[in-house]
């Protein structure tokens, strides 16, 4: 019996349809017109929103189309230690993105070849744990990442997953229960792993709790690299995390990518070997020389980038608080992050409001939050937002009550999204430039 198909069928009916009744040649017009498609109303007419989401600037998005992408570099750096001869110029660019990397993070060590955020995590666990392993990581309805739970490359590891307590009045880490809980485990990694991230975490009280038995944190900074890079969250590798694992196509507002950085040369052999020959061979090189141009973009426009994100986090919060929306974290000024975190189970849920969202062109995503299961994963009573695309685009604080409002009007108001999304379009059509960058620099008066 064959298995069930994990993919919407009707969509793939509908592929197959257009494949069926048509060449190859228009088969390849057809995934033509959808990327057309998605960029006149994704790129032009809305106001993206999701968190994990970040426009590159013409350059990065040049790069991720040149010719060095189609060429192969097993191997780490340096004519010896490639298995292909001709790889001068690609070592050229894998050791600037090095470079840029440990500079942009401050720390001795940078590996650039992993395609996503969630193999750093894998290279983590692989590197560092064996099965039966004990290791703490944060719940889901808190914000943890399935990469960090039994679902995702923790649990195919095999290693025994445990909660890290959070107090659900302050979205806080519970470091009093964390005490007691760890001392009784004794995990050999505390993985901090936050898709819904609003607050530095405390890094080096936890760090120390697991030290006598050699513990190690691990701080899965996929959203937040950016503003660590910028200076405008924490600093993990400062404060006692061991390694900092990261995403670049979120805040760091680079090409879809993964980056590992770390400072103890005790840990090279272990993190290197897991990413090669284990987890990456050849590893796009068009993607690490967009990666590396990102990087110099963060260092020069990194700081003031940063903290224009997070202030408009604490607009778009206070802007939906005051318009019948209610916003996590009100008492604590909302976010120090790119998020902004609504419960809308009033407005009929994560699922629900997303989607009358994106009819009015406003692209968010359902979120989990505390009072909500792992068993409410696909309707959730949370909404996620996110300010990095829409700072990018060049919008201040002030914007952020426009913003706000167009979400009222659907959500507390009524209004359809279809009138909405009209009034979204004029909104959104004069904003095509995206800013903090060497092609465009900085945001207009």
Same mark, same amino acid.
């Given at each position: 019996?064959?298995?069930?198909?994990?993919?919407?069928?009707?969509?793939?009916?509908?592929?197959?349809?257009?494949?069926?009744?048509?060449?190859?040649?228009?088969a390849?017009?057809?995934?033509?017109?959808?990327?057309?498609?998605?960029?006149?109303?994704?790129?032009?007419?809305?106001?993206n929103?999701?968190?994990?989401?970040?426009?590159?600037?013409?350059?990065?998005?040049?790069?991720?189309?040149?010719?060095?992408?189609?060429?192969?570099?097993?191997?780490?750096?340096?004519?010896?230690?490639?298995?292909?001869?001709?790889?001068?110029?690609?070592?050229?660019?894998?050791?600037?993105?090095?470079?840029?990397?440990?500079?942009?993070?401050?720390?001795?060590?940078?590996?650039?070849?992993?395609?996503?955020?969630?193999?750093?995590?894998?290279?983590?666990?692989?590197?560092?744990?064996?099965?039966?392993?004990?290791?703490?990581?944060?719940?889901?309805?808190?914000?943890?990442?399935?990469?960090?739970?039994a679902?995702?490359?923790?649990?195919?590891?095999?290693?025994?997953?445990?909660d890290?307590?959070?107090?659900?009045?302050?979205?806080?880490?519970?470091?009093?229960?964390?005490?007691?809980?760890?001392q009784?485990?004794?995990?050999?990694?505390?993985?901090?792993?936050?898709?819904?991230?609003?607050?530095p975490?405390?890094?080096?009280?936890?760090?120390?709790?697991?030290?006598?038995?050699?513990?190690?944190?691990?701080?899965?900074?996929?959203?937040?690299?950016?503003?660590?890079?910028?200076?405008?969250?924490?600093?993990?590798?400062?404060?006692?995390?061991?390694?900092?694992?990261?995403?670049?196509?979120?805040?760091?507002?680079?090409?879809?990518?993964?980056?590992?950085?770390?400072?103890?040369?005790?840990?090279?052999?272990?993190?290197?070997?897991?990413?090669?020959?284990?987890?990456?061979?050849?590893?796009?090189?068009?993607?690490?020389?967009?990666?590396?141009?990102?990087?110099?973009?963060?260092? $020069?426009? /990194?700081q003031?980038?940063?903290? !224009?994100?997070?202030? =408009?986090?604490? #607009?778009? %919060?206070?802007? @939906? *608080?005051e318009?019948?929306?209610?916003?996590?974290?009100? $008492?604590? /000024?909302?976010?120090?992050?790119? !998020?902004?975190?609504? =419960?809308?189970? #009033?407005? %009929?849920?994560? @699922? *629900?409001?997303?989607?009358?969202?994106?009819?009015?062109?406003?692209?968010?995503?359902k979120?989990?939050?505390?009072?909500?299961?792992?068993?409410?994963?696909?309707?959730?009573?949370?909404?996620?937002?996110?300010?990095?695309?829409i700072?990018?685009?060049?919008?201040?604080?002030?914007?952020?009550?426009?913003?706000?409002?167009?979400?009222?009007?659907?959500?507390?108001?009524?209004?359809?999204?279809?009138?909405?999304?009209?009034?979204?379009?004029?909104?959104?059509?004069?904003?095509?430039?995206?800013?903090?960058?060497?092609?465009?620099?900085?945001?207009?008066?």
């Amino acid at each position: 019996m064959s298995q069930p198909e994990v993919h919407d069928p009707t969509v793939l009916a509908h592929a197959r349809a257009l494949i069926e009744h048509t060449s190859p040649a228009g088969a390849a017009q057809e995934v033509l017109n959808a990327v057309s498609r998605n960029e006149e109303w994704r790129g032009k007419r809305c106001l993206n929103l999701l968190a994990p989401e970040a426009p590159t600037s013409p350059t990065v998005r040049r790069l991720l189309s040149a010719e060095i992408g189609t060429r192969a570099a097993e191997g780490h750096i340096g004519r010896v230690n490639r298995w292909f001869a001709g790889t001068q110029y690609i070592d050229e660019v894998e050791a600037l993105c090095v470079e840029l990397l440990k500079k942009a993070f401050r720390c001795n060590y940078a590996d650039h070849r992993l395609m996503g955020s969630m193999l750093g995590n894998m290279t983590v666990y692989h590197a560092l744990t064996q099965p039966g392993d004990r290791v703490m990581t944060a719940p889901q309805p808190f914000g943890g990442h399935s990469s960090n739970r039994a679902d995702g490359p923790a649990g195919t590891r095999g290693v025994e997953i445990f909660d890290i307590p959070f107090d659900p009045a302050t979205l806080e880490v519970d470091l009093d229960k964390f005490e007691e809980e760890a001392q009784r485990i004794q995990p050999k990694l505390v993985v901090m792993g936050m898709s819904m991230t609003l607050f530095p975490l405390p890094v080096k009280e936890m760090a120390d709790i697991i030290a006598p038995w050699g513990g190690q944190f691990i701080y899965d900074g996929a959203h937040q690299a950016g503003l660590i890079a910028g200076g405008q969250f924490q600093d993990p590798l400062r404060e006692g995390a061991a390694i900092l694992t990261g995403s670049a196509g979120k805040t760091f507002s680079g090409p879809q990518s993964g980056m590992i950085l770390w400072n103890s040369p005790t840990l090279t052999e272990p993190i290197t070997t897991a990413i090669f020959p284990v987890l990456a061979a050849t590893h796009q090189v068009n993607r690490v020389a967009a990666l590396a141009v990102a990087a110099a973009e963060m260092l $020069e426009f /990194g700081q003031v980038y940063m903290a !224009q994100i997070v202030k =408009n986090a604490q #607009a778009l %919060g206070r802007a @939906l *608080d005051e318009r019948g929306i209610p916003v996590l974290a009100a $008492e604590r /000024g909302y976010s120090r992050s790119h !998020q902004v975190i609504a =419960n809308v189970r #009033a407005f %009929g849920g994560g @699922l *629900d409001v997303a989607h009358r969202l994106a009819a009015a062109n406003l692209i968010t995503n359902k979120n989990l939050i505390p009072g909500d299961t792992p068993a409410d994963w696909d309707r959730p009573s949370g909404l996620r937002m996110g300010t990095i695309e829409i700072t990018r685009l060049g919008l201040m604080e002030a914007d952020m009550a426009t913003i706000a409002e167009f979400i009222a009007r659907v959500l507390v108001k009524g209004e359809d999204p279809a009138t909405v999304q009209k009034d979204v379009e004029a909104f959104r059509l004069p904003l095509q430039d995206f800013y903090y960058n060497f092609d465009n620099g900085w945001p207009k008066p």
